[in-house]
């Protein structure tokens, strides 16, 4: 079945540094691929996304490039901020666009 | 576009009782979804509705769930005979088959159960 992987957390960094989050996935098809993030004591908000093979996402200076060929979809970015400390989770969708599969989520912590 | 709505944000309960809970999508989406998410893991399907059909549920869903979206607009999730084990974050996404699978997250509830 189809499965996402993401690297275990805790990620600790100090502001501006570069970041990092791998995810790797297992589907059958063309998935599309995800990356949400949810905040302290808030619900989970879309950060990124890429539908088909070869795309980037990239929103609020965060990118992540959809690689069919090593079935991974890693964020990254630049200059991380003390605004960026949440849990990040790594997401698929089957071409029917039904249930989202998630990872077990990252958090990431940045001092200032 | 107020974004997807859920209430209540908190219930607690104690073991044994029924608990409803409802969400609103955003108004033009027609597929809506229930998630639940415990403490350090990802968000688990529950299931999914197209307008008013409920066309996939999960193995989690057991007999004491169920789910409703009687007009093809807001849903209710009700759980009896509640558990400590339900104790979890609800939560509810909408997307439009029109635009694509993206899906858009609600603030969950969160359920504590005694």
């Known amino acids: 079945g189809n499965s996402v992987t993401q690297m275990e957390g805790p990620v600790t960094l100090s502001e501006e540094a570069f970041l990092t989050i791998n995810c790797t996935y297992t589907?059958?098809?063309?998935?599309?691929l995800f990356w949400y993030v949810q905040y302290p004591g808030e619900g989970l908000q879309l950060l990124l996304k890429a539908t088909k093979a070869d795309d980037k996402g990239s929103n609020k200076g965060f990118e992540a490039t959809y690689r069919k060929e090593t079935t991974s979809f890693h964020l990254e970015k630049g200059s991380v901020q003390v605004s960026d400390s949440a849990v990040y989770f790594c997401a698929l969708s089957d071409q029917a666009g039904t249930a989202l599969i998630f990872g077990k989520g990252t958090t990431l912590s940045v001092s200032s | 576009d107020t974004g997807v709505s859920q209430d209540p944000r908190h219930k607690i309960t104690k073991r044994g009782q029924n608990v409803t809970f409802r969400c609103d999508p955003i108004s033009e989406h027609n597929r809506l979804y229930w998630y639940r998410q415990t403490l350090g893991q990802g968000p688990e399907f529950l299931t999914y509705?197209?307008?008013?059909?409920?066309?996939?549920k999960s193995r989690l869903l057991s007999d004491r769930f169920s789910a409703e979206r009687p007009k093809g607009s807001f849903s209710t999730l009700e759980i009896q005979r509640t558990e400590q084990g339900d104790s979890a974050m609800y939560l509810c996404a909408s997307s439009s088959r029109t635009y694509g699978p993206t899906q858009y997250f609600g603030p969950g509830t969160r359920l504590t159960v005694l």
């Open positions: 509705f197209q307008n008013e059909a409920q066309l996939e």
């Open positions: 589907a059958t098809g063309y998935p599309s």
